[in-house]
């Protein structure tokens, strides 16, 4: 059972690049979530998924875009890289009624832009 | 909306000293409040919620509502308690976690 994975692990962009960062989950999971990890700064949410077809924005939503077209996969797409994405990227994904406890998280991306 | 908040960003300790983290929340509504932690380079794991009320490799968590503290508490750290500590929160949409900034453990020999 894999659980959450992410892929890549590590990723150094160039400014102004576009890419996708990949998360799978096999628990048939409706919740889905990205976070990103700064120091300082904690978890912050940047779009979230209650099941397939439905997305909305976290906290931090700008310069990232979701599509949930299957319950395993959330896909998140930087569309034009800027050095303020560099961070580490963590998505979670979570059974409805299980509130935080329920959340499992993925092993992280770490990206750098340059 | 809901808010975390970890006061201390960093927390060092000796070894068998007590050790607290301090987290105090605002919602409107009935929260659950969790501790996450996160050794080095790892996932996220869970370590607590305030619903089980249970001790997890020693450490206790109290939901006190009156002064909106979800404060973690271990009698003796041990040095492989290091870790980063997270706070969080879950409103009445239970799928968004909210997050405290962290506080980071280092427990010395």
């Known amino acids: 059972n894999a659980g959450v994975t992410q892929t890549p692990k590590f990723q150094v962009l160039k400014t102004g690049q576009s890419m996708t960062l990949q998360c799978a989950q096999d628990m048939n999971h409706e919740y889905m979530s990205w976070y990103r990890q700064d120091p300082g700064m904690g978890l912050r949410l940047i779009h979230y998924?209650?099941?397939?077809?439905?997305?909305d924005q976290g906290e931090v939503p700008n310069g990232y875009n979701v599509s949930r077209s299957t319950t395993e996969d959330f896909p998140l797409r930087l569309l034009s890289a800027a050095p303020s994405q560099t961070s580490v990227y963590f998505c979670a994904s979570s059974r409805p009624g299980t509130g935080g406890a329920g959340y499992t998280f993925g092993s992280g991306t770490r990206l750098t832009v340059v | 909306a809901q808010r975390v908040t970890q006061p201390e960003k960093l927390l060092s300790v000796f070894k068998g000293a007590p050790v607290e983290l301090k987290c105090n929340y605002s919602y409107s509504g009935s929260p659950e409040l969790f501790w996450y932690v996160q050794y080095s380079r790892q996932r996220l794991q869970l370590l607590l919620r305030h619903i089980s009320r249970e001790s997890i490799k020693g450490f206790t968590a109290d939901l006190n509502k009156g002064e909106t503290s979800f404060h973690l508490k271990k009698p003796f750290a041990q040095e492989e308690d290091s870790a980063m500590y997270y706070c969080a929160l879950s409103g009445g949409s239970n799928y968004k976690l909210t997050f405290g900034k962290g506080t980071l453990l280092t427990v010395n020999p």
């Open positions: 998924s209650v099941g397939a077809g439905i997305t």
